[in-house]
């Protein structure tokens, strides 16, 4: 049987390029934990490479870890984004810290005008600058190899200057005891600077993050006011959410 899910999941790596451990485990019904034991002897024989819990073809070896997130799953993050860009109107104010949802939103944004945006994100600030007449406040600090951004104390100092109509943050993990949370303390720090900062206060997220717990606790359910994904939440998380006084909404799929 693990002969055959090695087979399996070097099929579907090769079929969608890059996917989360997650994800291959949903797809072929079994745990995270025989999923990377089935992943380990693929590494270590070459056949596919790990980064940041996904896995990849070898030719995307020199590609950013960041580059290789956003293929996956690509689909509901773009719905996610078309519908939190519905809700944006032209001149308001954004604050958007570095994800690969967040990502998507700025390009769903190109279509905006007058926008105020403040980010920590080269890739955000790339996408959205000179557009339109948009405003774009970049983070200072040294912007990280893997995914282009800056945290830390310069990073923090510049944001909190700022007060906007929506602060939106990518979600790492979510479960309905440890709340929202990350793998990295900066960019858990980063995030709940950013919620601090908006009127509006928004979590993005696509359902592989349900039921995750990450290493740093951003916020409580309740220090967001609403939550936009691409799937109802597992009962007990959406009860929990409820609770909290948290809006959920559910993007529809889109082409």
Same mark, same amino acid.
């Given at each position: 049987m693990a002969s055959k899910r090695r087979g399996e999941i070097k099929k579907l790596v090769q079929e969608h390029g890059a996917l989360s451990i997650s994800g291959l485990a949903d797809r072929l019904g079994v745990s995270l934990e025989t999923i990377r034991r089935d992943v380990k002897p693929l590494v270590d024989e070459g056949a596919i490479v790990r980064t940041h819990g996904a896995v990849g073809l070898p030719q995307h070896l020199g590609e950013a870890p960041f580059?290789? %997130?956003?293929? *996956?799953?690509?689909?509901? #993050?773009?719905?996610?984004?078309?519908?939190?860009a519905a809700t944006i109107h032209d001149g308001d104010s954004i604050m958007l810290d570095t994800g690969t949802?967040?990502?998507? =939103?700025? %390009? *769903?944004?190109?279509?905006? %005008?007058? =926008?105020?945006?403040?980010?920590?994100?080269?890739?955000?600030a790339r996408t959205l600058a000179t557009m339109n007449g948009n405003k774009v406040f970049m983070a200072g600090g040294e912007l990280r190899s893997d995914n282009g951004a800056a945290f830390g104390v310069l990073a923090l100092e510049f944001v909190g200057r700022f007060h906007v109509d929506h602060?939106?943050?990518?979600?790492?993990?979510?479960?309905?005891q440890g709340g929202i949370m990350d793998y990295d303390l900066e960019e858990a720090e980063f995030a709940r600077t950013v919620l601090?900062?908006?009127?509006? #206060?928004?979590?993005?997220?696509?359902?592989? #993050?349900?039921? %995750?717990?990450? /290493?740093?606790?951003?916020?409580? /359910?309740?220090?967001?006011?609403?939550?936009?994904?691409?799937?109802?939440?597992?009962?007990?998380?959406a009860q929990a959410l409820k609770a909290a006084g948290v809006s959920v909404h559910i993007a529809p799929a889109r082409a």
């Open positions: 580059e290789a %997130r956003m293929r *996956e799953n690509a689909a509901a #993050k773009r719905s996610i984004a078309q519908f939190v949802t967040t990502s998507f =939103l700025a %390009r *769903e944004l190109l279509q905006h %005008r007058n =926008l105020t945006v403040v980010t920590n994100s080269s890739d955000v602060a939106v943050i990518s979600v790492g993990a979510i479960d309905r601090s900062r908006g009127a509006r #206060k928004l979590a993005v997220t696509d359902g592989t #993050k349900f039921g %995750r717990r990450g /290493l740093v606790q951003v916020c409580g /359910l309740g220090g967001v006011d609403e939550l936009v994904t691409e799937r109802e939440p597992p009962a007990e998380l």
